[in-house]
């Protein structure tokens, strides 16, 4: 072998070694990172000087509301509002709007309930406003340079449930606050006149649908995240329905924590949210003329009747610490190899499905995602906690 053989092989031999290298030393995340408060989280029910706290409960075949008053984790404590005149209603507004009490004197006929007993904090509609990317460290994590809007469907869950993990899913967790209203909101003027009611709920995904269906370029374009975030159990919500005197002042202080088998991985304060509510508000009811969002093999619009009525909620969306990152520079290097050993563009796949799959077994094996046996808590300060257990 001459000269010029020799020096193809070396050069062949240490680019191989290269890519070796390269693929070796890649960074494999199990998460994103996430900023934590020194403070651990305190969860309390707000002073009634500054919010009242309801919780909903059945007796028998009737939904009533719970004034409540105290929460020691496992169970609350309160005064069915049918005692103080309130309206027979399973909504919660109605019947705080129908009750007659002073707060510095409640009278003491209080019940305790089960946390396990109440029913889901959310609406009873299976259609809400999902939010991408409002708080700024997740847009950072995940690349976005701006808030974006999709629907989300399934029903409200209660706070202590379960979720599923679909064999070969990559199931993810996420912490958010959740506003609904006592009436229909089709303008910011609505929104203003509204009783407002907060809560903690979470929002599960099935990352697989994100990595198959997102534009990474364009997060907004409409694909995958319904289909992603939609599920029976994919939207766990908190114990209590907070209604505040000052709805901005409240969601400022707010807190939410997100722990995975007591491992701390999300916390943020609502004060970090780059759209509040009130503009959120004003962006869903802007982007609901056109049925541009891909769901179930079909398009359909942000909500029904271009408005947010009273069976939608508007969502907040996460913040960092997320368990979804990007390829890694050894999941490229592997995906071009297996494109490669599958025949290259002589094969008639396309590769970047062929990167897809890749990355996704990847992911898989790995196991860092959510797992039949976890355990994820989300709390917060003002609004309770949500316990959920993941099942097969």
């Known amino acids: 072998m001459g000269w010029f053989g020799k020096g193809v092989l070396g050069a062949v031999g240490l680019a191989a070694a290269g890519v070796v290298i390269a693929w070796a030393t890649s960074p494999d995340p199990r998460y994103n990172p996430a900023s934590f408060e020194d403070e651990p989280l305190a ?6 000087e500054e919010a009242v706290t309801l919780a909903r409960f059945k007796e028998g075949e ?40 002073d ?40 690349n976005s340079g701006s808030v974006f809007i ?9 706070a202590r449930t379960q979720v599923r993990a679909e064999d070969g899913v990559l199931l993810d967790y996420e912490v958010e606050f959740c506003m609904r209203f006592d009436r229909d909101i089709a303008s910011r003027a609505d929104f203003d006149a509204a009783v407002k009611g907060l809560f903690l709920c979470a929002d599960f995904t099935n990352r697989n649908a994100l990595v198959e269906m997102a534009d990474p370029d364009n997060l907004d374009s409409g694909y ?36 995975v088998n007591g491992e701390p991985r999300q916390d943020a304060r609502g004060r970090e949210m780059t759209l509040d509510f009130g503009e959120l508000a004003e962006k869903a009811l802007g982007d609901m003329g056109e049925a541009r969002f891909f769901y179930d093999g079909g398009f359909v619009k942000l909500a ?5 009525d009273t069976s939608t909620t508007l969502m907040s969306g996460t913040s960092e610490g997320t368990i979804f990152t990007g390829p890694t520079r050894g999941d490229m290097i592997e995906a071009v190899a297996a494109y490669v050993l599958q025949g290259g563009p002589l094969s008639g796949r396309d590769f970047m499905d062929s990167a897809r ?10 196991r860092h995602y959510l797992q039949p046996g ?19």
């Open 304 to 308: 029904k009747g271009e408005r947010i």
């Open 103 to 142: 707060p510095r004197d409640l009278p003491g006929r209080e019940r305790t309930i089960s946390i396990a007993d109440l029913l889901p904090t959310g609406t009873d509609g299976t259609r809400h406003i999902g939010i991408g990317t409002n708080f700024p460290e997740h847009a950072e994590e995940a």
């Open 150 to 158: 999709f629907p989300k469907f399934g029903p409200a869950t209660p």
């Open 224 to 259: 995958g995240f319904s289909d992603a975030k939609s599920g029976p159990d994919f939207f766990p919500t908190g114990p209590f329905l907070v209604i505040p005197r000052d709805w901005e002042a409240f969601t400022a202080d707010l807190r939410m924590t997100t722990r």
């Open 357 to 366: 799959e890749t990355f996704i077994a990847n992911e898989l094996e790995t």
């Open 43 to 48: 969860a309390r029910i707000a002073p009634m």
């Open 374 to 392: 976890d355990s994820v808590r989300y709390a917060s300060n003002w609004l309770g906690d949500i316990e959920v257990e993941v099942t097969r």
């Open 62 to 101: 009737t939904i009533a509301t719970l004034l409540v008053l105290g929460f020691d984790g496992d169970s609350v404590s309160g005064i069915d509002l049918r005692e103080l005149g309130a309206e027979a209603s399973a909504d919660p507004f109605v019947a705080l709007a129908s009750a007659e009490f």
